[in-house]
């Protein structure tokens, strides 16, 4: 190869990297920002369950601190912290939501690059588990074996003008196609389904040969 070739390479990496940067930080204050609300709201409630959550929120930090600076985590490190931020969330609104979170992985300790489901369970809090809005509910669905991991998560269509918002996720689900599109070009899909009453998004990664 030569030298003109590799100064290419070596450039297109960096501005890979930049830009990947760039998106990981856009998440990562924006998720602990509304972590942070849910423990302010337990504290000026005097609820008992607030030392709960700050050990929670407190794993959940030391994963956007120190693990989601890495190119990859295990599976196991993304399903943790989707459980960790459900189980917050839940203070917040309480037994009013029907949440579920099942997952069927053959081995935990396959790569995924970090940071990358939670921005759409985020999405569905927000759109979905709010307001007056009944029957709400969020489903989400993760499985993998040796080839591919597989997410789906669905939730209640939330108040008509937040409908419009959820579809292009603000810089959520934006951010996540750019990443994808950096992170596992044409290994990924990537599907946005609408019915009258509910939202859903299944993503696909191809992780093995």
């Known amino acids: 190869m030569s030298e003109a070739r590799q100064k290419i390479i070596l450039l297109e990496k960096k501005k890979i990297d930049a830009e990947l ?17 849910v423990l302010y709201s337990l504290s000026l409630n005097n609820r008992k369950e607030t030392s709960d ?21 295990p599976l196991k490190s993304e399903i943790d912290l989707i459980n960790n931020y459900i ?11 029907k949440i579920g979170f099942h997952t069927d992985v053959k081995d935990e300790s396959v790569s995924i690059a970090p940071m ?9 809090f ?20 040796n ?11 939330g108040e008509a003008d937040d ?7 603000g810089a959520g689900l934006e951010n996540i196609k750019s990443r994808l599109q950096l992170i596992y070009p044409e290994s990924f899909t990537f599907e946005i389904k609408e019915t ?11 992780t093995g040969k």
């Open 116 to 124: 990358l489901l939670l921005p759409l369970v985020e999405n569905s």
């Open 147 to 157: 080839k591919s991991i597989h997410f789906s998560i669905e939730n209640n269509k």
């Open 196 to 206: 009258d009453k509910s939202f859903r998004v299944e993503l696909s990664i191809k």
């Open 53 to 73: 959550a700050i050990i929670k929120l407190s794993d959940i930090m030391r994963y956007v601190i120190y693990d989601s600076t890495t190119e990859l985590v």
């Open 163 to 169: 409908i419009e918002q959820q579809k292009s996720g």
């Open 21 to 37: 940067k760039a998106l990981t930080n856009q998440v990562n204050p924006h998720f602990l920002f509304n972590s942070l609300n």
């Open 126 to 145: 927000k759109h979905g588990i709010k307001g007056d809005v009944a029957n709400t509910f969020i489903n989400i669905n993760l499985t993998s074996n």
């Open 87 to 97: 189980h917050l969330q839940k203070f917040r609104t309480g037994a009013k939501a």
